[in-house]
């Protein structure tokens, strides 16, 4: 069945699939050039000093008492879910989103939670927000109580964030640039406001809002995504403070170091952090992550429990896939147990969880390694940079520059930053396309000992006619000093002979690529017409002993159904030869005993339901053949 859901899946048919281990193979081939680095990942459990570990659990008590006061009212399982989140992320998170509900104001939601948030029926509006005071009314002495946590979490001690300067010194001592990654917006705020004395400029944040980063004049200025990524990677910023929504979208090679100061409920969004920084071409052989857990906490127990299944996150993408819903899963059942069976639950939900992992990994579908396609060998470009440079700037003297826009050939000197913008002199600078038709004139003479012949809107060839035989052009330097033309006809048929042989090429190309799609399609139509056999020949034989006879074998019933002329069962035979199925095929050794006994109504089902599966693959066929007719 795996082989045959593999064989017939979309995936499998269209999708070429180049995970880590695809690419390792085409680095030992020398195929890939990029460096692929490996992973140094660390869970790192930062304990509390006495009050700091008092205050936490207090909190954590009345998180759930609100639980089991309020948990069946609509949205208070969520809300409180939330605040258990911004709990464990910072004392900054649940300290703004406390005071907020004192002042009556509505709970905001990060964008990573919307999703939770309508999944829960909870409607969140325009501006992504919950009424968590109609969700969790509070009491008088429940109001009195949460104010003097909020004025305990101004003076305690902030274990977590004591962490992070200590990693952070460590990584900018090893020549690290690093991203921390968390999942509220009011850790990161909190976090920026603390470290941007310690890193000045070099200290950047990037949320659901866009990027920012820090000037000593102007303070924190907007910066578009591309020109933070040029700024990580000159090392103008080193220390990047990111939320989830930086973790599509920005490609960070340049960061070797990444802190998660709180750990989501679902791993896939982990790993999808790391992508960020673990992609081809990451400056560093090996890249740090550092997972950030309160002791004791549910989270540290649940991706304990995990850390050794899923190797690091890497194995994300394979077989393990299906659990990553069920962990968050069991995050949510373990945390709306009543407090004193808190403990039972979480065992339960762990180990219910690696039962999971364990069935997965024995029955799921795996995913093999792929066949490595074949990269491409590109000739060398025609026309380089340096090439652009001689012509351009050497003998005719351009000038490719701007007011404020330099121009540079040197790819190493480019720069998108404000500060210091520069250009790449090369096909799609808005000058350059003007400076070559003005040097190069509009076309060439009849006299030319350079032939060039084009396909519309297709390739060109380039020939020497000044050679005998004559030449191919494959590099600028081969018409640097052209001669007088000796062999215009014979450097004309051979630029068009060039042209053709690239398009029956290409036409050869686009052929291959429609008789794989047609021989997997019929592939699949053969493996859909014998399971649909065995399956009814199977039932057929099962109806035959039903009455405690000896059965009938499974090639009667075949020959029983081929002449049944009022059902699609009566073209079952030519159907079988068209697809060049071999009638051995049909009837493998155990096909008479497989199935329990079935009645004589059950069988009259089977085959009317099967007759029509059947006529469904021969209409499949006969679109699928048409446009061959």
């Not at 069946?72 to 004392?91: D, E, I, M, N």
């Not at 012949?453 to 600028?476: F, I, S, Y």
């Not at 089902?605 to 209409?619: C, D, G, H, M, P």
Request: glycine letters at 6%; a negative charge; one cysteine or more.
């Amino acid at each position: 069945m795996r082989a045959w859901l593999r064989l017939l899946s979309p995936v499998g048919q269209y999708v070429t699939r180049h995970s880590r281990e695809t690419l390792r193979v085409y680095r030992a081939r020398g195929q890939l050039s990029e460096n692929l680095a490996a992973r140094d990942v660390r869970p790192e459990v930062i304990p509390f000093d006495g009050d700091e570990q008092a205050l936490y659990d207090q909190l954590d008590e009345l998180i759930d008492r609100l639980m089991e006061a309020h948990g069946s009212r609509k949205g208070a399982g969520f809300v409180l879910t939330v605040y258990r989140r911004r709990l464990t992320s910072s004392w900054a998170a649940i300290r703004k989103t406390l005071g907020r509900r004192l002042q009556r104001e509505i709970l905001a939601l990060d964008d990573d939670l919307l999703d939770e948030a309508e999944q829960a029926a909870l409607d969140a509006g325009l501006g992504g927000a919950v009424d968590d005071t109609h969700a969790v009314p509070l009491t008088q002495a429940e109001i009195a109580e949460i104010g003097g946590y909020i004025d305990r979490m101004t003076t305690v001690a902030d274990s977590k964030f004591s962490q992070l300067r200590k990693d952070l010194d460590a990584a900018r001592g090893a020549g690290h640039s690093t991203i921390v990654f968390t999942q509220f917006t009011d850790t990161l705020d909190d976090l920026r406001d603390r470290l941007v004395g310690a890193y000045r400029s070099q200290l950047a944040t990037f949320t659901g809002d866009g990027g920012r980063i820090f000037r000593e004049a102007e303070g924190w200025l907007e910066i578009s995504k591309r020109d933070l990524v040029e700024a990580i990677r000159s090392r103008q910023v080193t220390v990047l403070l990111a939320t989830d929504a930086a973790s599509e979208g920005l490609n960070l090679q340049a960061c070797s170091y990444l802190i998660n100061y709180d750990m989501p409920w679902n791993p896939m969004r982990v790993e999808q952090r790391i992508g960020r920084i673990d992609r081809l071409g990451q400056v560093r052989e090996v890249v740090q992550i550092r997972n950030y857990f309160v002791p004791n906490t549910v989270e540290e127990s649940v991706y304990r429990a995990l850390a050794g299944r899923i190797d690091n996150f890497s194995s994300l993408l394979g077989q393990l896939q299906p659990i990553l819903g069920a962990t968050e899963r069991a995050f949510q059942a373990i945390f709306r147990a009543p407090h004193s069976e808190r403990r039972d639950a979480q065992a339960k939900a762990i180990s219910e969880l690696l039962s999971q992992v364990d069935l997965v990994e024995r029955e799921g579908i795996d995913f093999p390694a792929e066949d490595p396609l074949p990269i491409s060998e590109y000739l060398p470009s025609p026309v380089t940079l340096e090439n652009l440079r001689e012509v351009l700037v050497d003998r005719f003297a351009s000038v490719l520059d701007e007011p404020g826009r330099p121009v540079t050939f040197d790819a190493a000197r480019v720069s998108r930053d404000p500060e210091s913008w520069t250009a790449l002199g090369t096909y799609g600078h808005p000058r350059l396309e003007n400076v070559l038709t003005r040097r190069a004139g509009p076309h060439l003479p009849d006299t030319s000992a350079l032939v060039l012949a084009a396909a519309l809107n297709g390739p060109v060839a380039a020939v020497r006619a000044d050679r005998t035989p004559p030449e191919r052009v494959l590099e600028l330097a081969d018409i640097d000093q052209l001669g007088t033309p000796a062999s215009r006809g014979e450097a004309e048929s051979l630029a068009n002979r060039l042209i053709q042989q690239v398009l029956a090429a290409q036409r050869d190309y686009e052929i291959e690529i429609m008789s794989t799609r047609e021989r997997r399609r019929a592939e699949s139509l053969q493996q859909s017409f014998v399971t649909l056999v065995h399956d009814t020949l199977a039932a057929g034989c099962a109806a035959s002993r039903f009455d405690g006879q000896p059965g009938a074998d499974p090639i009667t019933i075949w020959s029983d159904l081929i002449q049944d002329a009022t059902s699609a069962w009566g073209y079952a035979r030519a159907f079988q030869q068209m697809l060049g199925v071999p009638l051995a095929r049909l009837f493998p050794a155990d096909l008479a005993t497989a199935r329990q006994l079935v009645s004589a109504q059950d069988w009259n089902e089977v085959r009317y339901q099967s007759a029509e599966q059947l006529r469904a693959l021969i209409e499949e066929y006969k679109l699928s053949s048409a446009p061959n007719q």
